[in-house]
């Protein structure tokens, strides 16, 4: 699988937008990028996927550029539960047997 | 979503002793399951991979002898620390996929092993 490349902590204001950046120079064609986070102490939490075009859901948007070397996650308004590390990663989607595999991920801190 | 569960959640024992952790699908059938390690401020390890019916798939450097992992059915996967040491402490995750589920990943809430 591809490898991503992301910031080790980001810091955000409580209402404001945490856009968390992730570098995948290196995607195939068939390859999604996926965010996950991870609370502390808890298991990984799925968060959204996409392979080209933006995406949203009720938790983020996912925008990834035109040619999806690079794609940005997108908390519209972070709240101090937000505070977790965030994992973009990179792989097939869909195939049986295939571990997603992760970096070391953002460390996102929410403060007030 | 498709929900997966552990048990324990939480373990001490004693050095020498094995310990046994569970990794349940409730909503869906789960063909394949992984189970990672997490130790403190790092990120997820991926210990092995296991299919319904069949021997796992071990990570490099994963001593298969020692974490024992069973796939006996569709919904119910066990890994089993055998004679813990000190070292072996650690978070034990475990994600399940399926073809019921579009064989998208979900992921337990883990298992904190703490070997005294």
């Known amino acids: 699988d591809a490898k991503t490349t992301q910031p080790p902590s980001m810091d955000c204001a409580e209402g404001r937008a945490a856009n968390l950046p992730c570098n995948h120079s290196?995607?195939?064609?068939?390859?999604?990028v996926y965010w996950y986070r991870q609370i502390h102490s808890q298991g990984p939490q799925y968060i959204i996927h996409?392979?080209?075009n933006n995406e949203t859901n009720e938790m983020a948007s996912l925008i990834i550029t035109e040619d999806r070397k690079s794609s940005t996650l997108i908390l519209p308004h972070a709240t101090l539960r937000d505070t977790a590390v965030y994992y973009c990663?990179?792989?097939?989607?869909?195939?049986?047997?295939?571990?997603?595999?992760f970096g070391k991920g953002t460390t996102l801190s929410v403060s007030s | 979503g498709a929900v997966v569960s552990q048990h324990p959640s939480r373990v001490i024992c004693k050095s020498g002793t094995s310990v046994k952790i569970e990794c349940r699908s409730l909503d869906f059938q789960a063909t394949t399951m992984f189970w990672y390690r997490q130790f403190p401020k790092k990120s997820l390890m991926l210990m092995a991979t296991s299919n319904e019916g069949s021997k796992a798939t071990y990570e490099q450097g994963v001593e298969k002898d020692k974490f024992l992992i069973n796939h006996a059915s569709l919904t119910l996967s066990t890994l089993t620390v055998t004679s813990a040491h000190p070292e072996d402490s650690s978070f034990y995750i475990c994600s399940a996929s399926g073809t019921s589920i579009h064989n998208e990943q979900f992921f337990g809430p883990g298992t904190r092993l703490t070997v005294l």
């Open positions: 290196t995607i195939s064609g068939n390859e999604y």
């Open positions: 990663i990179v792989s097939r989607r869909n195939q049986a047997g295939t571990a997603l595999i």
């Open positions: 996409g392979l080209k």
